[in-house]
């Protein structure tokens, strides 16, 4: 007979995290390369050698094939010291107002045309870019798990629930708004807004803050200083205006989805992709419905709740709580993009921006993305040891 014990480590869920996270990282390639297969022989045309959006997204796993193993075996009591945490911070802040410093703009950067969002790093004349908001979504749930983590017994009181991490969070807010990136924004407050809940914030200060800040939301986003998101909100409720023009994208999308019917049409055999502009993008989704049909979607979002299941498994069961905030704060970006841009993609809510992990060009995007998963496998795997040497008492002390 084998005992409950022993199935237990036949059976580690942290292997099986990681195994998710590398066919979801081989399915986005494959899926990149097929959606940038064409759009990627033009810009080589162009511009010579440059960096395409797979090259892209395959540098970046040659990356993580190094810090991978490093963040999955790291000391997560590191990020339990304040001076780590902070410097993470105050690294982060910097990094995010380099867009603004000329030497870290393109060549040929136009001012008043282009947003200030990538740190451009040029080697020769080529240039590679990196967009810093995306180590916002890993930093930011460090810095609340561990600020409130402190402040457990005392989130009731304002100067150590609710205003250390409205402050960290507003500074990163102002900043990817002057990078005027206003899905950003939006993704970041809500990962703080879930983690503060998750805590045990009180319930009033997220009614005064949604006092203060939803009409200096509505002014952002209404009117002529709503700037595009206006025009998708627009476009989006009235869906019979400008067919050819902004919403083309999305109709076209719609289109490449439908086409693709159950088993989808193949991979590379697509050809309704071709006509969604920047499909490698933000709409990568569509070429993969149309190629691997309705039955890819279902396998693709099996996956991501599986990623998630696993990850809230181990958030109920422990027992430490900075654990707990930290996992729920590195999945929750993953999932809620995941769901955004596929409702995005299928027409059901309105234009945002925001990418879709794991498989959006973009080597920001993955990086960052692939960091969180790592650290979320380093949760997961100290849960599981934990469990086999205390079969009895489950969960995670932090060690």
């Known amino acids: ?41 033009n810009q080589q045309w162009r511009f010579g050698d440059g960096l395409t959006p797979l090259n892209s997204n395959i540098m970046v796993c ?22 780590v945490v902070f ?10 107002l380099l867009p603004f410093v000329p030497f870290f703009q393109k060549s040929n950067f ?22 810093p908001s995306e180590a916002i979504k890993v930093v930011l749930p460090m810095y609340l798990a561990y600020i409130l983590d402190k402040n457990s017994e005392r989130l009731n009181k304002f100067f150590y629930g609710p205003l250390p991490p409205a402050f960290v969070t507003g500074v990163f807010c102002l900043i990817v708004l002057w990078q005027s990136n206003f899905s950003e924004i939006v993704l970041i407050s809500i990962i703080s807004f879930a983690v503060c809940f998750i805590a045990g914030v009180r319930f009033r200060w997220f009614a005064l803050a949604a006092v203060v800040f939803l009409p200096i939301v509505y002014k952002l986003i209404s009117g002529k200083g709503g700037g ?7 476009t989006f409720f009235s869906p019979d205006q400008d067919l050819l023009g902004s919403r083309y994208q999305t109709e076209m999308s719609m289109e490449a989805i439908r086409s693709g019917g159950f088993l989808g049409k193949g991979i590379g055999q697509g050809n309704v992709k071709t006509s969604v502009p920047e499909v490698h993008g933000d709409f990568v989704f569509a070429s993969y419905a149309e190629e691997f049909g309705l039955f890819g979607v279902f396998i693709h979002l099996v996956l991501v709740g599986l990623f998630a299941g696993i990850v809230f498994q181990v ?19 993953i999932v809620i993009q995941t769901l955004l841009n596929v409702a995005v993609v299928a027409n059901a809510v309105p234009t945002t921006g925001v990418a879709l992990p794991f498989v959006s060009s973009g080597g920001s995007s993955l990086l960052m993305t692939l960091c969180a998963s790592a650290l979320l496998v380093n949760l997961v795997r100290r849960h599981v040891l934990s469990s086999v040497q205390s079969p009895d008492k489950e969960g995670w002390n932090g060690r």
Do not use: C
């Not at 040659?62 to 001076?83: C, E, H, Y």
């Not at 136009?110 to 967009?131: H, L, M, Y």
């Open 110 to 131: 136009e001012q008043g045309v282009d947003v200030r969002r990538w740190i451009i790093f040029r080697f020769g004349e080529r240039e590679i870019s990196f967009q």
């Open 228 to 234: 595009h998101w206006y025009q998708r909100l627009e």
């Open 315 to 333: 958030i109920w069961k422990s027992r430490d709580r900075f654990s707990q905030l930290l996992a729920f704060g590195l999945v929750a970006p």
């Open 62 to 83: 040659a990356v993580m094939l190094v810090m991978f193993p490093v963040l999955v075996f790291i000391k997560l009591d590191t990020f339990k010291q304040g001076w």
């Open 87 to 96: 410097a993470l911070v105050l690294f982060t802040v910097l990094i995010n």
């Open 1 to 41: 007979m084998v005992s409950l014990h022993e199935k237990r480590q036949v059976f580690r869920s942290d292997y099986v995290l990681a195994a998710i996270v590398m066919l979801l990282t081989l399915l986005g390639l494959v899926t990149l390369y097929s959606a940038s297969y064409l759009f990627a022989l």
